[in-house]
């Protein structure tokens, strides 16, 4: 498994954090910046990372900024990209289970530290579920390749 790391200056602190948790766990990454807490614009590392799973080159992406919020959007533009904002365990074992999200974002002012690394850990852990939930997902590219839902 590897996964594409992304984050601007506001969750820079929470990227480092789980850079080291991932070298715990022995979880292959590729960090796409940014790599100081010097004001950047969080949409390029937001895209820089949801590319590497669009293209394929990662299996997932974790991408935070200070609320989440920012990073969402722009990852939420790459084609084949669902990005989901987690903020508890649920959320992010059920936007796997029923959404196959490919990326899970964070805020760093949203979610503590030691919460934020055992979403990443459900996450990554849980397995989409299939069935009625391919259709829907389906249904989410018809909408990306423009066509209409009637
Ligand atoms: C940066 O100040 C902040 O706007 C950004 O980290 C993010 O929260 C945007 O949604």
Not at 58 to 83: E, H, Q, W
């Amino acid at each position: 498994m590897k996964i594409a790391l992304g984050a601007d200056h506001g969750a820079f602190d929470l990227k480092e954090a789980v850079k080291k948790h991932l070298d715990e766990k022995k979880i292959e990454y590729v960090d796409f910046g940014c790599f100081s807490k010097e004001s950047v614009d969080y949409p390029k590392y937001a895209f820089l990372a949801a590319n590497a799973v669009s293209k394929k080159e990662c299996d997932f992406g974790i991408i935070c900024c200070t609320t989440g919020l920012g990073v969402s959007m722009a990852a939420n533009k790459v084609k084949g990209i669902r990005a989901a904002v987690c903020t508890n365990p649920m959320l992010a074992e059920m936007t796997r289970r029923h959404n196959n999200a490919n990326v899970i974002c964070m805020g760093q002012n949203v979610v503590p530290v030691p919460e934020a690394l055992e979403l990443v850990d459900i996450f990554l852990s849980t397995e989409f579920e299939g069935g009625r939930h391919q259709r829907r997902i389906d249904l989410i590219t018809d909408i990306e390749n423009g066509k209409e839902i009637s």
